[in-house]
C-alpha cells in the first residue's frame, strides 16, 4: 500500500522560511519522480517543484530561486525548503509520485500517488 504523509506546515509571516517534508512508503522510492504541488482556495491545484531519480529538479516560474526541492532516497524522503514567503503561497501542499520516473511540473496527470497536504499560511 502505497502512502505518501507531509508534514511540516505553519502559519508565519511574509519573508520567513518553512520546510516541508514528505516521507513514502510501498513502492520503489528511488525510481520515483516526485513533486510538491499546492492548491490555493478558488484555485486549481498547481505545481511547484519536481525532483527526478538523478536529482534534477524543475521548478515553476513562480517559486524559482525561493524555493528548493530535495531527496534522501536511504530515508524515502522528499523536503521543499520554501525562502521569502509570500501571502500568494499560501495553500495546502502535496507531494506526489510519479511512478514512471518521469517529470512533469505542470502535468498533475503524470502522478500516480499523491499525499493529504499540509496547509501553509503566509500572512503580510
Known amino acids: 500500500q502505497v502512502q505518501l504523509v507531509e508534514s511540516g506546515g505553519d502559519s508565519v509571516q511574509a519573508g520567513e522560511s518553512l520546510r516541508l517534508s514528505c516521507v513514502a512508503s510501498?513502492?520503489?522510492?528511488?525510481?520515483?519522480?516526485m513533486g510538491w504541488f499546492r492548491r490555493a482556495p478558488g484555485k486549481e491545484r498547481e505545481g511547484v517543484a519536481t525532483?527526478?531519480?538523478?536529482?534534477?529538479?524543475e521548478y515553476a516560474g513562480s517559486v524559482k530561486g525561493r524555493f528548493t526541492i530535495s531527496r534522501d532516497n536511504a530515508k524515502n524522503a522528499l523536503y521543499l525548503q520554501m525562502n521569502s514567503l509570500k501571502p500568494e503561497d499560501t495553500a495546502m501542499y502535496s507531494c506526489?509520485?510519479?511512478?514512471?520516473?518521469?517529470?512533469?511540473?505542470?502535468?498533475?496527470?503524470?502522478?500516480?500517488?499523491w499525499g493529504q497536504g499540509t496547509q501553509v499560511t503566509v500572512s503580510s
Open positions: 525532483i527526478d531519480p538523478h536529482g534534477r529538479a
Open positions: 510501498g513502492y520503489t522510492y528511488s525510481r520515483a519522480c
Open positions: 506526489a509520485a510519479a511512478l514512471s520516473g518521469n517529470c512533469y511540473v505542470s502535468y498533475l496527470g503524470a502522478y500516480d500517488y
